[in-house]
């Protein structure tokens, strides 16, 4: 068993509940896991939301992250990834004075385009897999992004 | 039918079979105390503190095997009742739990008494419920009594608002529970427990390492057959105390911090360690890396997320340890008694080497002769709670326990101030038997209140206090490990235990030598109302043997042999 902190995938299929969001990330704060990122939405037609959320830690501590996850009342499954399509999305405001044409270029690489146009900035959004987003938010630096946003990553099995 | 949430809590109550409530009233839970008032289904008993309602839940809930039930009011009801959540977490005691909440319309407003109850019990119950339509009330209600009390039990905390419990609907308790997110695992994989039986058949030196979920499951019995008919020998942890009788010839005894030899070197020696209802707690193991070094591991556990926690398990089997058990039972024609005969043997030695025992001593009493003598004048006939310190640990060790839930203590979370009210419980679920708790002159000034209780609701606990003016278990700890710096743990100013007694109308007794214990003993059990007997012991004695926190199950300190000193 490997004690290297490894980068992990978890969804977790819960009741859609008042204070639900509460009980999970009680559960990773509570017993010192990592969340790099969590995100939640309800899953259409079904009382169900789903969580995704990025963590990390050794074999044994994503085992206890996704037992500990199960045994919380209102979830109903847990799925930790092994294979699967991951996808994040980011939102950059630039000054309008940068080179729009550049920046259009650079987001449509990344499965993105310029969203909003307004007379001191403009904002563009792109939608990959989070290590290309990073990517991308290393490149665009010299465009003087005034603001980022990070979804958070989704992901679905193979 | 049509009623108001107060009514319904009563009704729910009444239905789930529950004969005794401990609680304390107030402002946000008064229209549930008004329809207790008047109703005659279930006592309620007013404990003098809210944490100690819910200790006394607890040992009532250990004693007669039911869901544990307390009622608080909101704000400081509630953070006062937090303690005795956290204890029976920690120690998977079934409870439901209501309390009052403000009104919906103030929540969020910093109401008077006003706290985020939910917010705070969150980590410290199996389950959290805030109810905001009476509507909701039958069906959470239900789900906390099933909750509570199937796969591995815990306390569930129901918060109400008040004006919850004054808002009428529609009552219906026979609607069928859809849990479709709670489901847990009672039948272990018939499979494993085959290979399991196997492992066991051809193992050398096999070990049962038996804990507290075997009383959870009421399987003892069941275990005491497997363990008979392999003649494998058995260690119990701390919350496992009774689940063999103190007699049974293949009991080594206690393992762990305080363990004896025989049952840590076993431990070390094994080659198969057979784990029924048990958390691997660092209590128990001491270092890990060193824990059963070779020996492969078969773990039966209701819960998941104990498996492979902190030991992996070769044979995981996930299940209620009874199914398991009786399962296992099926299988035993493999398993071969003779064939360990050498290593029954291996452990009798062991326990010749460095036999559990103390050195008596010719002015003081030893506290550890208390616990023995009344496990002689008693036996069978008391129950035995505790609160927490040496005197616990003497318990666990010399106490001659026979039968499951005669035996509770605060095992995982420690707390002081748990021994009397939980006795008070014990009490009150099985009162034919005599509930005793061994107790501190630390530990009993954290509840001592409820003497006044016990004397209005004829509980007659009698508390034996092992009065060695310390704050005896973290004195030892200074002792060794601190270079005797006894930083605050001198309680050489003290109460007078007897007075304080009576002056609730109990009755104190204060014992210097054995013949005085004898009388005071056989007195209190006799006058059957609250007691305090004083035991003065001998100040500077140590819990041995002792692994010290972190070191290996085999490195124990031991007794110094006499003449040693
Ligand atoms: C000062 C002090 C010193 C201590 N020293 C020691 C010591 O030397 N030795 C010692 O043993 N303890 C000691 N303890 C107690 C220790 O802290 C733990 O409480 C104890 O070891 C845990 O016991 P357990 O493993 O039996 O688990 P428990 O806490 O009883 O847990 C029960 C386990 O069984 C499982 N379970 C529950 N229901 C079922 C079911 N129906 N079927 C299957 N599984 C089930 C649960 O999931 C859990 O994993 C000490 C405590 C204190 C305060
Ligand atoms: C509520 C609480 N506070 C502090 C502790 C730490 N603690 C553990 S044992 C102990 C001493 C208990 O003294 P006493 O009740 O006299 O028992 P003794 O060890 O002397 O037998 C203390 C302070 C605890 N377990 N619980
Ligand atoms: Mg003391």
Redesign the interface.
């Known amino acids: 068993?490997s004690d290297n902190n490894e980068r992990r995938v978890v969804s977790v299929i819960?009741?859609n509940e008042?204070?639900v969001l509460?009980?999970i990330t009680?559960l990773f704060s509570?017993r010192g896991y990592n969340i790099t990122s969590l995100t939640v939405a309800p899953i259409p037609e079904s009382k169900y939301s789903r969580l995704t959320i990025v963590t990390s830690g050794s074999v044994?501590v994503i085992?206890?992250i996704t037992?500990?996850l199960?045994?919380l009342?209102?979830?109903?499954r847990v799925y930790e990834h092994e294979d699967l399509v991951e996808k994040e999305m980011a939102m950059v405001k630039f000054p309008a004075s940068e080179n729009i044409a550049d920046i259009s270029t650079l987001c449509a690489a990344y499965n993105g385009k310029i969203v909003n146009v307004g007379e001191n900035v403009i904002i563009v959004m792109v939608a990959d897999e989070p290590k290309r987003i990073e990517n991308f938010l290393k490149i665009i630096k010299r465009y003087s992004p005034k603001e980022i946003v990070r979804s958070g990553a989704v992901a679905l099995e193979r | 039918m049509q009623i108001n949430g107060a009514q319904m809590v009563i009704e729910a109550l009444t239905l789930e079979g529950v004969d005794t409530v401990f609680g304390y009233p107030g402002g946000a839970i008064m229209n549930v105390y008004d329809e207790i008032y008047k109703q005659k289904d279930f006592k309620h008993i007013l404990t003098r503190h809210e944490q100690a309602a819910i200790h006394a839940a607890e040992g009532y809930s250990r004693a007669s095997g039911k869901v544990g039930v307390a009622m608080i009011t909101s704000g400081p009801g509630f953070t006062n009742a937090v303690t005795g959540l956290a204890d029976a977490y920690m120690d998977s005691i079934p409870l439901v739990v209501i309390s009052g909440q403000v009104p919906m319309s103030l929540i969020g407003t910093d109401a008077f008494q006003e706290i985020d109850a939910v917010g705070i019990s969150r980590s410290c119950t199996k389950h959290n419920y805030l109810v905001t339509n009476a509507a909701d009330l039958p069906r959470v209600l239900k789900e906390a009594f099933h909750i509570a009390s199937t796969g591995r039990p815990g306390p569930v905390h129901v918060d109400i608002p008040k004006d919850v419990t004054a808002e009428i609907a529609e009552f219906d308790y026979s609607v069928e529970l859809e849990l479709e997110t709670y489901k847990p695992h009672v039948k272990g994989n018939p499979r494993q427990i085959k290979k399991a039986m196997e492992a066991i058949s051809k193992a050398k030196r096999p070990l049962f390492y038996l804990g507290g979920g075997i009383i959870n499951a009421n399987a003892a019995y069941e275990v005491r057959d497997l363990v008979r008919r392999t003649g494998i020998p058995a260690v119990e942890t701390f919350m496992a105390r009774g689940v063999l009788s103190y007699d049974d010839e293949l009991l080594i005894g206690m393992l762990g911090m305080h363990g004896s030899y025989a049952s840590n070197m076993a431990m070390s020696e094994t080659d198969l360690v057979i784990g029924l209802g048990v958390r691997f707690d660092d209590r128990v193991t001491g270092k890990l890396s060193e824990f059963a070094k070779n020996a492969g591991v078969i773990h039966v556990d209701i819960d998941p997320a104990s498996i492979s926690k902190l030991v992996n398990a070769t044979y995981p089997i996930v299940g209620d340890v009874k199914n398991v058990v009786n399962e296992m039972l099926e299988l035993t024609g493999q398993v071969k008694p003779e064939n360990y005969k050498s290593w029954r043997e291996t452990v009798v030695n062991f326990a010749n080497l460095h036999p559990l025992t103390y050195h008596e001593d010719s002015e003081r009493i030893k506290p550890q002769w208390v616990v023995e003598r009344v496990g002689k004048l008693l036996g069978d006939d008391a129950n035995i709670s505790t609160d927490v310190g040496q005197h616990q640990m003497w318990t666990g060790q010399f106490y001659p326990f026979t039968r499951p839930r005669q035996f509770m203590s605060s095992g995982g979370l420690g707390t002081m101030g748990y021994g009397f009210p939980a006795a008070m419980g014990v009490k009150a679920a099985s009162p034919e038997k005599t509930s005793i708790n061994f107790t501190g002159d630390g530990s009993i000034l954290m509840n001592c209140q409820e003497l006044m209780t016990a004397v209005e609701k004829k509980l007659p606990v009698i508390n034996i206090i092992l009065n060695n003016n310390f704050l005896g278990m973290v004195r030892q700890w200074q002792t060794l490990f601190y270079d005797k710096r006894h930083s605050e743990t001198d309680l050489s100013v003290q109460p007078d235990f007897v007075k304080l007694a009576e002056a609730f109308g109990g009755i104190g007794y204060r014992v210097n030598t054995k013949e005085e214990f004898d009388a005071a003993l056989k007195d209190a059990v006799k006058k059957d109302v609250v007691a305090f007997i004083e035991v003065i012991v001998h100040r500077m004695e140590n819990v041995m043997p002792m692994v010290p926190a972190g070191g290996s199950l085999f490195n124990m300190m031991l007794l110094e042999k006499k003449g040693d000193k």
């Open positions: 068993m819960v009741v008042a204070s509460s009980r009680d509570g044994r085992e206890q037992k500990q199960h045994k009342i209102p979830v109903l």
